[in-house]
Nanobody, 124 residues
Framework: QVQLVESGGGLVQAGASLRVSCAASGSIFSINAMGWFRQAPGKEREFVAAISGSGISTSYADSVKGRFTISRDNAKNTVYLQMNSLNPEDTAVYYC?????????????????WGQGTQVTVSS
């Protein structure tokens, strides 16, 4: 059974950086694309970033492009989201998700497995 466990969330001030991690278990990690999504209070869950199984291909939401970087370490079965220049609009629960496919996707419906989320709060 596939499990995803996020960690690294917290409370930071605007302009700060934070890295969240997602540890995966249960099947061969390197064959699946991974994604990060977020959900702010009262809003729908939205795409943040995705990375292909090999790590060569990545995609980002326009709102985070140039500030966030997604990466993965297949030897550690872990995907990361490095977040720089955080602002209060980035406050949300951040979710890690895993596809059953090798390529990236920005659509929630394309992700089969989900973690429980980690809270990121950015104060002004």
């Amino acid at each position: 059974q596939v499990q995803l466990v996020e960690s690294g969330g917290g409370l930071v001030q605007a302009g700060a950086s934070l890295r969240v991690s997602c540890a995966a278990s249960g099947s061969i990690f390197s064959i699946n694309a991974m994604g990060w999504f977020r959900q702010a209070p009262g809003k729908e869950r939205e795409f943040v970033a995705a990375i292909s199984g090999s790590g060569i291909s990545t995609s980002y939401a326009d709102s985070v492009k140039g500030r966030f970087t997604i990466s993965r370490d297949n030897a550690k079965n872990t995907v990361y989201l490095q977040m720089n220049s955080l602002n209060p609009e980035d406050t949300a629960v951040y979710y890690c998700a895993r596809r059953r496919d090798y390529s990236t996707s920005m659509y929630l419906r394309d992700y089969y497995y989900w973690g429980q989320g980690t809270q990121v709060t950015v104060s002004s």
